[in-house]
């Protein structure tokens, strides 16, 4: 059975990618610092295996990496998931919010990376990262995590030119404006209005729309894909339309 491991799995994005993983017939090692939120979804399903790691230290990535195969045998994909967010003006961000948020978005990936391509090229698997729109795009109060996405989108050609001699595919995806428990809680009326408004197709997309173009650039169908950013984004990044309503 094909096995996949999807970082920042107890929620959102990572939790549908793993649903959706499991009814393509794929068993998934689910990793996630938050361990009541993991226990808790992943003892609701079958062909899982819970990891309790932060992707942002080595010692915790090489653990899930000899986790997973001890328990699957194999990895054919790696979904660089976790990430944080912190927003605020430049003037704010402190160095150490400034690490916090490199330290998993961007590390995360490199650490999850390198522990696992060797086990990638034994199955000519394939690692998909989690960068954003805001990776593609400047915008305010996102000065750390915009850099970050940003960051991880360079990685990934970096390392789509390197591991692709290996047979490992390496891609991108930058989500834009999702419909998630936290976007819900934390955007205004204002906020969404102005979302809707600069996205063509007039619209927030959801978790499982992010998961099937995740799971379809690691499975065979995308077996010539490789380092590409698929910005999963109903047209937003497409239009360069600022939004004046989350300047503030």
């Not at 993991?38 to 090489?62: G, M």
């Not at 050609?157 to 995806?173: I, M, P, T």
Request: proline share 3%; glycine share 8%.
């Amino acid at each position: 059975m094909k096995t996949a491991i999807v970082t920042g799995a107890a929620r959102g994005i990572g939790l549908a990618t793993t649903d959706l993983f499991r009814e393509m017939g794929w068993q998934v090692a689910m990793v996630d610092r938050d361990r009541e939120e993991l226990e808790k979804v992943a003892a609701e399903r079958d062909n899982i295996l819970a990891v309790y790691r932060d992707v942002s230290n080595p010692q915790d990535v090489n653990s899930m990496v000899r986790e997973t195969l001890d328990w699957g045998g194999r990895i054919d994909a790696l979904v660089n998931n976790a990430g944080v967010a912190e927003f605020g003006p430049v003037a704010d961000c402190t160095f150490e919010m400034w690490r916090r948020v490199m330290e998993t978005n961007l590390d995360g990936v490199f650490l999850c990376t390198q522990a696992c391509s060797p086990a990638l090229q034994e199955t000519s698997g394939a690692i998909v990262n989690i960068a954003s729109i805001s990776g593609l795009r400047a915008s305010t109060l996102r000065v750390a995590y915009g850099t970050s996405k940003a960051a991880v989108i360079q990685l990934t050609k970096q390392h789509a030119a390197e591991l692709g001699e290996h047979g490992v595919r390496v891609n991108c995806v930058a989500p834009g404006p999702v419909k998630t428990k936290l976007s819900v809680a934390v955007h205004s009326p204002e906020i969404i209005k102005a979302y809707h408004d600069a996205i063509p197709l007039n619209r927030y997309g959801s978790e499982r729309e992010l998961a099937e173009v995740i799971c379809f650039l690691c499975s065979d169908k995308a077996s010539y894909v490789s380092g590409q950013v698929v910005a999963v984004d109903g047209g937003f990044e497409s239009t360069g339309v600022g939004l004046p309503a989350l300047r503030t």
